[in-house]
């Protein structure tokens, strides 16, 4: 019985032959039969006769043998380890030379702070008009432009003015007090285009050895930085003729007259105190290694503010 061609159904041209399904033409041909002028026969009936599992098999090891072959020619990226990462880390501190952590502190409370000055008449010279009476440091909390200072710096000054960190001068106003702590609250008349507040933190994480940081003008010279750690809380401390001041942070960053309502930082350049006073044994006036700063929880509380 004769078969039909597998590709093609068109009548053969006058003269050539026939393929017969004769037992000799059914068996596969061997290689060293094959002849260039003898036609390949592909049987697709046999791929499309196999079970589908196999199929899918034979289509998931193509997939697998491709993926591999495009692996190989772009190349697998090398998966770090913890021993990596610390060999690049350590380079990077071997050769690079990184700001100190009390720099980069100061660097954030940089834009906060500003210099506040008093101006008073010559009681000799009323005629001289408002004189400088005084030098103080302040930190701006709010973008409003309210002044956290101490209140011996302002009391009793006829004429306030700060200036901001960008060189903007401005008079203030006291809108507040807290004779208790020693603490002022300033409110400035013209502001920057770009007051940036200070972030204020809380005290009550500190405990002695914390590092910190002082800003400020001492002798009007600044703004200065000076750093230290932490060496009490809850320290209490009077002048003469002044109440007695409790709950006290006690620090050893050098400060100095004019550093009086600069801002105490930690490390994250948050606000933890505002620097009040310097214990003066002796009539030097200068620091001799301690310091105290009122907690910002005390001036939160005498502005009003929540607790932090």
Same mark, same amino acid.
């Given at each position: 019985?004769?078969?039909?061609?597998?590709?093609?159904?068109?009548?053969?041209?006058?003269?050539?032959?026939?393929?017969?399904?004769?037992?000799?033409?059914?068996?596969?041909?061997?290689?060293?039969?094959?002849?260039?002028?003898?036609?390949?026969?592909?049987?697709?009936?046999?791929?499309?006769?196999?079970? %589908?599992? /196999?199929?899918? +098999?034979?289509?998931? $090891?193509?997939? =697998? !043998? #491709?993926?591999?072959?495009?692996?190989?020619?772009? @190349?697998?990226?090398?998966?770090?380890?913890?021993?990596?990462?610390?060999?690049?880390?350590?380079?990077?501190?071997?050769?690079?030379?990184?700001?100190?952590?009390?720099?980069?502190?100061?660097?954030?409370?940089?834009?906060?702070?500003?210099?506040?000055?008093?101006?008073?008449?010559?009681?000799?010279?009323?005629?001289?008009?408002?004189?400088?009476?005084?030098?103080?440091?302040?930190?701006?909390?709010?973008?409003?432009?309210?002044?956290?200072?101490?209140?011996?710096?302002?009391?009793?000054?006829?004429?306030?003015?700060?200036?901001?960190?960008?060189?903007?001068?401005?008079?203030?106003?006291?809108?507040?007090?807290?004779?208790?702590?020693?603490?002022?609250? %300033?409110? /400035?008349?013209? +502001?920057?285009?770009? $007051?940036?507040? =200070? !972030? #204020?933190?809380?005290?009550?994480?500190?405990?002695? @050895?914390?590092?910190?940081?002082?800003?400020?003008?001492?002798?009007?010279?600044?703004?200065?930085?000076?750093?230290?750690?932490?060496?009490?809380?809850?320290?209490?401390?009077?002048?003469?003729?002044?109440?007695?001041?409790?709950?006290?942070?006690?620090?050893?960053?050098?400060?100095?007259?004019?550093?009086?309502?600069?801002?105490?930082?930690?490390?994250?350049?948050?606000?933890?105190?505002?620097?009040?006073?310097?214990?003066?044994?002796?009539?030097?006036?200068?620091?001799?290694?301690?310091?105290?700063?009122?907690?910002?929880?005390?001036?939160?509380?005498?502005?009003?503010?929540?607790?932090?």
């Amino acid at each position: 019985m004769k078969r039909a061609a597998l590709y093609s159904r068109k009548q053969l041209e006058p003269g050539a032959q026939r393929l017969t399904s004769s037992p000799a033409s059914a068996a596969a041909p061997s290689p060293s039969h094959t002849t260039a002028s003898s036609p390949i026969r592909i049987d697709l009936k046999g791929f499309v006769r196999l079970p %589908l599992w /196999a199929a899918l +098999l034979l289509c998931a $090891l193509l997939s =697998a !043998t #491709l993926m591999w072959a495009l692996s190989r020619q772009v @190349g697998t990226p090398q998966r770090l380890t913890q021993d990596d990462i610390n060999a690049a880390v350590l380079h990077t501190l071997n050769t690079q030379d990184l700001p100190s952590r009390a720099a980069r502190a100061a660097q954030l409370i940089a834009p906060s702070v500003v210099h506040v000055r008093t101006q008073d008449e010559d009681q000799k010279n009323p005629q001289r008009g408002l004189q400088d009476s005084g030098v103080g440091s302040g930190v701006v909390i709010s973008e409003e432009g309210v002044i956290l200072t101490n209140l011996h710096v302002v009391q009793g000054a006829k004429r306030i003015k700060v200036t901001f960190a960008d060189g903007l001068e401005s008079d203030a106003q006291v809108i507040g007090v807290q004779p208790e702590n020693d603490l002022a609250v %300033l409110k /400035a008349q013209r +502001l920057p285009d770009d $007051l940036q507040p =200070a !972030t #204020l933190g809380s005290s009550q994480n500190l405990v002695p @050895g914390d590092e910190v940081v002082a800003v400020g003008f001492p002798f009007g010279i600044g703004p200065s930085v000076s750093a230290g750690v932490v060496s009490g809380l809850n320290r209490q401390f009077g002048a003469k003729d002044k109440p007695v001041m409790r709950g006290l942070i006690q620090a050893d960053a050098a400060a100095n007259p004019g550093n009086s309502g600069g801002p105490l930082i930690n490390m994250a350049g948050e606000v933890v105190g505002i620097v009040t006073a310097i214990l003066n044994p002796t009539s030097a006036r200068t620091f001799i290694g301690i310091v105290f700063a009122a907690t910002i929880e005390s001036a939160g509380g005498g502005m009003g503010m929540p607790p932090f």
